[in-house]
């Protein structure tokens, strides 16, 4: 059973994500505030899609809606063919925060997953493993307390991994790092992606690293959301920033944000 | 690991004649304390005591023995390592506690300044303490079965109780409301319904206690859980986690250190009720001893009493610090990379 699904898994490792006319308030102090408007997207598995828009756009609810966490006011997700109706451990959420478990060492953090699904005594090696992708093995006996900014977001990181997941859902999870440990961070983003083929959606609100790491930019328009853009990024990995045509790309995108003037 | 203060550092290189006074500063702290004690010895033994008291010259050699360890230790103390220096650190306080004993010993046994009956001098209550010891001990065993008993109960129940109306609405929409009213009482307001209501005033104590104990441990616990940022219920039920292990792993852990304060909190409160308890109900444990003491007029019992007393609360308070810096260890910030 388990080793029939680790040669479907092996197959195919990305899931497919499809969003049909989804559309989502929330109540404040009786007044609906919507969110998104009419939202529709189609990710094809193991695709690295960027959803871009001004922050407070709605861009994070939409993913709430996609890990589960949430459900739409209408309009319907898939995943594979198959209706979200909660969370999921196949798709995994990267936070803006690394929201490590304090009272958890390293190692234990990274275990969640398998412990709640109840299948960690057997699978120990997996943790091991996950830790070793993100370069952390030397201290997984360590407290979040005790880590940087950018270690702690690589053990949310392999926390998210070591589940296997089709769908790696990234809330803007470099977004509090500084610029030197974002960059050494996006590439290792896209190496793990590449070897790992899994389906990436990416929130952000940084331009650059939307161009520098996804094959698709959806750019989303202010709150309600509406797609505004669907860009397709078809340049070879690994991206050089300097590069004249997502220069180019990247022209285009702030002028749909509406920032051109800043250019 | 070695570590250098400032004036180390800087009288590092002066002469080799100040190495002697160095030494001389290092162990006067330990000759003072020594003094201290050996001065106490001599004020057992200057005069006749004013009573009829039979552990003088035994509390005198005890006194000078003390004075002699301190002394060894305290000239020897650079070459005893990890002993030495525990008792250089205490020499002020062994210092302290030599002078307050002499002069203790003067106004009491030897000119009765003080009014006797009422302020025994140290030899009558070592006296209690070698000839009345089985009494002494049967109390306190006495209360620390009422208190453990008590506290680990209503301990328990606060807990589950806080967890409850922590995490469901439901469960909180009906306890809230009587823990509302009911918590904030004093738990000795009860003392006089709980003796009939009862079968046994052992049983209602145990009750009382627990009372006492549960109320800022259910609310400290209610509070912890319902505190914890829902970021860390997302992170888990993302990763697959079902609602018991939302609880188990994620709420409770996470309102830990909200419980602990409840547990102190609730320690404290339970040892007013034991004695209480004790002094109205029980006839048995320290609090009664103390009621009985009084009774006779036995003021050296009473001192006796409150002496062990305070060195079990505070024993108590002790170990459940240290449980909890055992337990929360993940929240210290002592070591960083």
Redesign the interface.
């Known amino acids: 059973m388990v080793a029939a699904a680790e040669a479907v898994r092996a197959q195919c490792p990305g899931a497919s994500i499809d969003i049909a006319h989804v559309d989502h308030a929330f109540d404040i102090d009786g007044a609906e505030l919507k969110v998104l408007d009419d939202v529709s997207l189609i990710v094809e598995p193991g695709e690295f899609v960027a959803l871009l828009g001004p922050s407070g756009c709605g861009k994070s609810t939409l993913l709430r809606l996609i890990?589960?966490?949430d459900k739409p006011r209408s309009g319907s997700l898939r995943e594979d063919e198959v209706s979200i109706k909660?969370?999921?451990?196949s798709?995994?959420?990267v936070?803006q925060?690394p929201?490590l478990?304090?009272?958890?060492?390293v190692w234990d953090n990274v275990a969640?997953?398998l412990?709640?699904?109840g299948i960690l005594r057997k699978q120990r090696h997996r943790v091991d493993a996950a830790l070793d992708l993100v370069g952390l093995t030397n201290?997984k006996n360590?407290?979040?307390?005790?880590?940087?900014g950018g270690m702690a977001q690589r053990v949310a990181l392999a926390?998210a991994l070591v589940?296997d997941p089709k769908v790696l859902?990234l809330d803007e999870p470099l977004g509090k790092l500084d610029s030197l440990t974002r960059i050494a961070m996006q590439a290792e983003l896209v190496a793990l992606w590449q070897r790992k083929g899994f389906t990436t959606l990416l929130v952000t609100h940084d331009v650059e690293e939307a161009l520098v790491l996804a094959n698709r930019v959806i750019v989303l328009s202010d709150r309600p959301a509406r797609i505004k853009a669907d860009i397709v990024v078809d340049r070879p990995y690994p991206r050089h920033r300097g590069d004249p045509h997502l220069a180019d790309l990247r022209r285009q995108i702030l002028g749909l944000l509406g920032l051109e003037a800043t250019w | 690991m070695s570590t250098f203060s400032l004036s180390e550092i800087a009288t590092g290189d002066s002469a080799p004649s100040s190495a002697l006074a160095d030494k001389l500063r290092d162990v006067a702290p330990g000759i003072a304390a020594a003094l201290a004690w050996a001065a106490f010895g001599a004020a057992c033994l200057v005069r006749e005591d004013v009573g009829d008291w039979s552990r003088t010259t035994d509390l005198a050699i005890a006194a000078f023995v003390i004075a002699g360890l301190v002394l060894i230790v305290g000239v020897a103390a650079s070459h005893l390592g990890r002993a030495g220096s525990a008792l250089r650190r205490r020499s002020p306080w062994l210092l302290a506690l030599g002078v307050f004993l002499t002069l203790w010993e003067l106004a009491t046994a030897k000119y009765a300044w003080l009014p006797l009956p009422f302020f025994p001098p140290p030899q009558a209550i070592i006296e209690i303490y070698t000839d009345d010891l089985p009494k002494l001990l049967d109390s306190v065993v006495a209360s620390i079965k009422l208190q453990l008993g008590g506290y680990l109960i209503g301990a328990a129940t606060g807990f589950i109780t806080g967890v409850s109306i922590g995490w469901s609405a439901r469960i909180g929409y009906w306890v809230h409301p009587v823990l509302r009213f009911i918590g904030p009482l004093p738990a000795t307001a009860w003392l006089p319904i709980a003796f009939f209501a009862f079968p046994t005033s052992w049983s209602a104590s145990t009750f009382l206690i627990a009372l006492a104990t549960g109320f800022p441990v259910t609310v400290l616990t209610w509070s912890g859980v319902a505190s914890v940022?829902t970021?860390?219920y997302?992170?888990?039920?993302?990763?697959?986690?079902?609602p018991w292990?939302l609880v188990l792993?994620?709420a409770i852990?996470?309102a830990?250190p909200h419980v602990f304060v409840g547990l102190f909190m609730g320690l404290g409160a339970s040892f007013a009720v034991l004695v209480v308890a004790e002094m109205i109900g029980v006839k048995a444990g320290l609090g009664w001893y103390l009621q009985w003491a009084q009774g006779w007029a036995a003021y050296a019992n009473m001192y006796a009493a409150l002496l062990v007393m305070s060195l079990l609360c505070s024993g108590a308070i002790t170990l459940l610090f240290k449980t909890r810096d055992r337990v929360?260890?993940?929240?210290k910030?002592v070591?960083?990379?």
């Open positions: 890990a589960g966490l909660g969370p999921h451990p798709r995994v959420v936070f925060d929201t478990f304090p009272w958890r060492t969640l997953g412990e709640a699904q201290f360590a407290y979040p307390h005790q880590l940087s926390r589940n859902v | 940022p970021a860390y997302d992170v888990a039920r993302t990763l697959g986690a079902r292990f792993k994620v852990p996470a830990l929360l260890i993940w929240q910030g070591v960083k990379w």
